[in-house]
């Protein structure tokens, strides 16, 4: 393998998960007794650039299909995420009716709706078709299509550069980071910005976060090497903000490097420096992640265990894509967690990858009354320990696998808490 920004052979193997599923591969009870098909889940860091990538097996054809589960609207938080920005940055850019907005991995809807109220046009490109039909019925615009250069040229010629760019969380989900970089460049107006969320690599290592490591996520990114694969293709960042989301992200704000209007901030300094502080170019940190990832393992096993063995119910709400990680990488099924509760209308009645745990509709759990219920994702958990609470006519232990790791003092669900 080469890496997939500056094609050097010269990289490092740093964690091995080993084989799982597509996280978002739910299975139909139809085919429980099927074969399913599993890939390698190996992350290397490349010895020149710094990016840090999973080993090439799953096609992005295999994960971005008609089947996929992953619709954005169902976090309230995430919503709210979402109008906050369209807001700000209409504001921040002037954005207006003349104007025209394109977000890159539309999913359903959830950001452009923002924009279709204020009558500013727009178009969403978006690949799977389930969540591009829901995403339509809310008169927004789809191209059907991964995008590439040659998506964008084409865009850029039947239509025209677009004043503004939105790439929420998709970055690190694209193949050929290059093509699609050079893509934006195409389609991006000379005065124009584009803005990309990403979770933040430095936010992994330090919080040992590998469960948001999955075939899905072909890269795991830092500003240092994202000002490379921008600089190669004719970009440059002029703003960078930290952001809560996933766990500890980062927003950039790019143009091309021709536009002498934007002035640099002093923000991407910084964050420069605060990533070279911490040692994301050199190879020497990478180094001990295995061993950490590998204790948490045992951590959570033993938690599990205990809790079967006292004949307390487990369950665990959210069958998010870091929570089929884990399963998987620990070899999580039926036997420890029951079930696992989530709200998406596509994955209820399915099971989990791999382990095959039965994925049931959250009005469940006031019937069902579980002793302990694991919050997969985690980032998202204050959001959703409110939601439980109220559904529990008992008390009951709700907690994320950060507190088990942590090992923090478990609390009631329905009782108010934070979560770090």
């Not at 989301?245 to 002093?266: E, W």
Request: hydrophobic letters at 40%; glycine letters at 6%; proline letters at 4%.
């Amino acid at each position: 393998m080469k890496c997939r920004h500056c094609d050097s052979s010269n990289l490092t193997q740093f964690l091995d998960l080993g084989f799982s599923p597509p996280s978002n591969s739910y299975v139909q009870k139809s085919g429980l007794f099927n074969m399913e098909e599993y890939f390698p889940l190996r992350v290397v860091v490349c010895n020149v650039c710094y990016l840090v990538q999973t080993e090439d097996y799953a096609k992005k054809e295999n994960i971005f299909n008609e089947q996929y589960a992953y619709f954005s609207s169902v976090s309230t938080s995430w919503l709210k995420h979402a109008e906050v920005f369209s807001n700000d940055i209409v504001k921040r850019l002037k954005i207006n009716d003349k104007s025209f907005v394109v977000e890159v991995a539309s999913n359903d809807g959830y950001l452009l709706k923002n924009f279709v109220e204020k009558k500013i046009p727009c178009l969403g490109i978006e690949p799977t078709s389930s969540t591009a039909a829901i995403c339509e019925k809310k008169g927004i615009p789809v191209l059907k299509e991964f995008f590439s250069a040659e998506v964008a040229e084409k865009i850029a010629r039947e239509s025209k550069r677009a004043d503004l760019i939105v790439c929420n969380n998709v970055y690190a989900h694209v193949p050929d980071i290059n093509d699609f970089t050079k893509g934006l460049q195409l389609l991006l107006d000379l005065n124009g910005t584009v803005t990309i969320e990403f979770p933040h690599v430095m936010e992994l290592l330090l919080k040992v976060q590998f469960d948001t490591i999955y075939h899905e996520h072909y890269s795991y990114l830092s500003l240092y090497t994202v000002m490379k694969i921008f600089s190669l293709h004719g970009l440059k960042i002029y703003d960078v903000e930290k952001i809560d989301t996933h766990g500890g992200s980062l927003r950039i704000y790019g143009t091309h490097n021709d536009n002498q209007i934007i002035k640099i901030s002093g923000a991407v300094d910084r964050i420069l420096n605060e990533e070279k502080a911490h040692g994301l170019q050199e190879i020497e940190t990478y180094g001990g992640f295995k061993k950490k990832v590998e204790s948490i393992k045992l951590n959570i096993l033993e938690f599990l265990i205990n809790n079967k063995k006292s004949g307390k119910k487990t369950v665990a709400y959210g069958a998010a894509a870091k929570g089929m990680t884990l399963l998987n990488y620990i070899g999580i099924g039926p036997d420890l967690i029951d079930c696992i509760y989530d709200q998406a209308p596509m994955k209820i009645g399915r099971y989990t990858p791999g382990g095959h745990i039965p994925i049931v509709s959250p009005s469940n759990l006031e019937n069902d009354q579980p002793d302990v219920i694991i919050i997969f994702p985690w980032n998202i958990a204050n959001e959703l320990e409110l939601f439980i609470a109220k559904l529990l006519k008992k008390e009951a232990v709700c907690v994320t696998f950060k507190d088990v790791i942590n090992q923090k003092i478990l609390y009631p669900a329905n009782k108010k808490h934070s979560v770090n």
